[in-house]
């Protein structure tokens, strides 16, 4: 069972919201969009779903050709964003909804409620109303009913943005254990990078319509394919700089250092270096570290962390640094940076070579 989009578009009073695409998800796997609002994530579930029409290209489903299929002619569940739940009926009847609506008869609606009830820790609940649910419950009601209709596509749209913080990390956790247990093609969309590694499976990063890069997860994001694809799976995003690259020495704008390692293998010439926000530190942690002057504009203090947002010769980056530091606004200050963090981009945004503790993990 598989799900291919080949050369799948959308256009909207031509303006174009995707970008022609190939993607094949297989079954049983888990797949992360991931990418900033407006990036294109719900249009291409959407698309997937039959929910849209393609302006080109073909939705292939278990091999055949499914584009311009009503999405009720196909097994298709989709949970949004907004978890939609019936409040005048039951936990159980909004669970077996879509199966009366299939004719299935009572016994076997039965036996399929209470799986999915049990499947989703709902069995206690399944003679409540919605409302007497706390937000994840009703979450995990909206996602039975999705599941129960043993779909082999389901699409989960931000499923989890709206809950509290604990409810989130309390169905993160869970979401795998169900995908494992269903045997469906699952398609997340999320925001978040953090969300994506903890999901796992792959991911599919999206940036203005289109998909960057493809792959597992983890690979993802350790290899980005280019600056863009490394923009978007960073939270905060990656931080950027130019540098020149001759002979032995680079030059970031200002004291030439030695190159070391991957970076003393560069060609001669100009380059764009990325690095995340939690490599860069307030002190040198090794005697080959770069240092960087820079002058801090605003500090954000989370309890155990301090963001700390520098202007470096016109380029804002973000540090990511751990515990609590009181620093001056708009005074100089000098951060450091291990050079094995440094992915280092072409002119024309590819990566040239990934940082040396990723290339290793």
Request: with cysteine; charged share 20%.
């Amino acid at each position: 069972m598989s799900l291919v989009l080949d050369g799948v578009s959308k256009v909207v009073e031509g303006q174009s919201h995707i970008y022609p695409t190939d993607l094949t998800l297989e079954r049983g796997t888990m797949n992360v969009l991931l990418g900033p609002t407006l990036s294109g994530k719900t249009t291409l579930m959407r698309l997937m779903a039959g929910l849209d029409v393609p302006a080109t290209g073909r939705v292939i489903w278990e091999g055949r050709d499914v584009t311009g299929m009503r999405v009720q002619d196909r097994k298709v569940a989709m949970v949004y964003q907004q978890f939609i739940n019936y409040p005048s009926m039951t936990v159980y009847d909004n669970i077996a909804s879509p199966l009366k609506l299939m004719g299935l008869n009572r016994a076997e609606i039965d036996r399929k409620v209470r799986e999915a009830a049990d499947l989703m820790q709902l069995a206690p609940m399944l003679d409540r109303k919605p409302l007497e649910l706390s937000g994840g419950q009703q979450q995990r009601c909206a996602l039975a009913r999705a599941l129960v209709k043993g779909a082999g596509l389901v699409l989960l749209d931000e499923p989890l943005a709206n809950l509290d913080y604990k409810l989130r990390e309390e169905l993160r956790a869970e979401i795998p254990r169900i995908f494992e247990e269903s045997g469906a093609i699952f398609v997340y969309a999320t925001t978040e990078p953090e969300e994506a590694l903890l999901l796992g499976g792959n991911v599919a990063t999206m940036w203005q319509g289109k998909i960057t890069q493809f792959g597992l997860t983890p690979a993802v994001y350790r290899q980005p394919r280019d600056a863009t694809t490394a923009r978007v799976f960073s939270d905060p995003p990656m931080n950027f700089t130019t540098f020149v690259k001759s002979g032995d020495q680079i030059n970031f704008g200002h004291a030439p250092a030695k190159a070391q390692g991957a970076l003393a293998q560069l060609a001669d010439g100009t380059y764009t270096a990325g690095f995340r926000p939690d490599h860069l530190h307030l002190t040198a942690q090794g005697p080959g570290d770069l240092q960087f002057d820079c002058t801090l504009r605003v500090t954000e203090i989370t309890g155990s962390e301090t963001f700390v947002h520098l202007d470096h010769t016109g380029d804002r980056w973000v540090g990511l640094i751990h515990g609590v530091h009181h620093l001056d606004f708009g005074t100089p200050i000098s951060v450091w940076l291990d050079a094995a963090h440094v992915y280092v981009f072409g002119e024309n945004g590819d990566l040239v070579a990934p940082a040396s503790y990723a290339a290793a993990a």
